[in-house]
């Protein structure tokens, strides 16, 4: 088959320098240490980041297309490849923290030499639809990964003693009231999945007939006053609300409140990128577990929604200060199917033990949301900016 040639718009180049600018500008408030560390296993160091994303264009588009192409430096592809198995050896993940070299310093030269040979490439070429569409990809990785340096970033500053503030200006996102706390919908076939023009990910395609009962879901997230009741009530000490494997997991990791918060002299204090401040009890509740919201869930007696309920309702609340956690397992949808190459590991290999959340958080890149979005993590992870909505039958 022929493949369509067309000139890369003006467009994509531009959008190309203001997306790979915005990660350099979220780690503008950093000093040098803390592009350096991995707390846990989970948090890759800012600098891990800065040179991933980069090496996302040099492997699949600049080395591949580019002619005469000098590699930057052979030694990259061990150090910033995160799971392509296609494209050889890599770091284990837990090491990204030991790599004292390449310095950060090295990693800004480096993202300085891919964006000049990319923006020229840009300008200059006629190029096939799936080499834009592989552009396209590696802008939206980065804007994953701009909200995973926003997490990440957090994490590090979260769990150093001193809690250092990220940026003093920042505001957490509040509720917003909705006039009715419920919206209804009546029983019948919908249709779910992505369709239309722009950019989607492969695990939204498929658009697809689901049957969905009657359900009330709420406008509103949980607030946290709303969680804090679920803790003074007992909520982590009764095993009734939990899974069992979440149960197992409230005991072995001491759980008792969700990630950052601090009871500090008998009142409880909550870090954010602001700092260490009291709990604001209008906010939605944030860095939950699925084993943490389905036990709120369950207290409160109603349920979580599954990714269709959530994507059929979406139009009827306000979404996107929270990844809302959903009860629904992270599967293919029906006529899923894989691309050839590396390109063909970015999302199916990981449709196994996972769970959907959907929306999108404060720390998500404007333009990188959509309603049909699928996020994807495991049950007991938390160090996203995860909330919950609640469905009444
Ligand atoms: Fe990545």
């Known amino acids: 088959m022929e493949e369509t040639i067309v000139k890369a718009d003006k467009d994509l180049s531009t959008r190309f320098a203001a997306i790979r600018q915005h990660t350099e500008f979220i780690c503008r408030p950093l000093k040098t240490e803390d592009y350096v560390v991995q707390p846990c296993a989970d948090v890759s160091p800012p600098k891990w980041h800065l040179g991933h994303t980069t ?89 994953q990964h701009q909200e995973l340096l926003m997490t990440d970033i957090k994490y590090i500053l979260g769990h150093n003693p001193l809690f250092p503030p ?129 036990a709120f869930a369950n207290w409160k007696g109603f349920r979580l929604p599954t990714e269709a309920e959530w994507e059929v309702a979406s139009a009827a609340f306000d979404w996107g200060s929270r990844w809302e956690w959903t009860n629904s397992a992270y599967l293919p949808y029906p006529g899923f199917k894989k691309a050839d190459g590396a390109i063909g590991e970015y999302n199916g290999k990981f449709m196994v033990s996972q769970m959907v959340l959907r929306g999108a958080s404060q720390a998500t890149p404007v333009g990188h949301s959509r309603s049909t979005y699928r996020n994807f993590f495991h049950p007991h992870l938390r160090w996203q900016f995860t909330g919950l909505r609640l469905i009444l039958d």
């Open 166 to 294: 990220y940026a003093t200006e920042y505001v957490p996102n509040g509720l917003k009231s909705m006039a009715s706390p419920f919206h209804q919908v009546v029983a019948g076939n919908y249709q779910i999945g992505f369709e239309g023009e722009g950019f989607s990910f492969d695990n939204e395609h498929g658009r697809h007939q689901v049957w969905l009962n009657d359900f009330k879901i709420a406008t509103s997230l949980v607030s946290n006053r709303e969680y804090l009741e679920f803790i003074n009530s007992g909520g982590y000490q009764n095993f009734n609300y939990w899974h069992a494997e979440g149960w197992d997991w409230v005991r072995r990791e001491h759980i008792g409140a969700p990630l950052y918060w601090h009871l500090i002299d008998g009142k409880w204090m909550n870090y954010d990128l602001g700092g260490l401040t009291e709990i604001i009890p209008e906010n939605p509740v944030c860095h939950l577990s699925f084993y943490e919201a389905t």
């Open 55 to 143: 090496w996302f264009f040099e492997t699949f588009i600049l080395k591949p297309f580019l002619p005469d192409y000098k590699v930057y430096d052979s030694q990259y592809d061990f150090v910033f490849n995160s799971y392509y198995e296609t494209v050889g050896a890599r770091v284990i993940r837990t090491d990204r923290g030991n790599l004292s070299r390449p310095t950060v310093e090295d990693v800004f030269a480096y993202r300085k030499y891919i964006d000049e040979h990319m923006g020229r490439f840009l300008e200059n070429g006629d190029f096939s639809l799936n080499l834009i569409e592989t552009v396209d990809l590696g802008l939206n990785h980065e804007q």
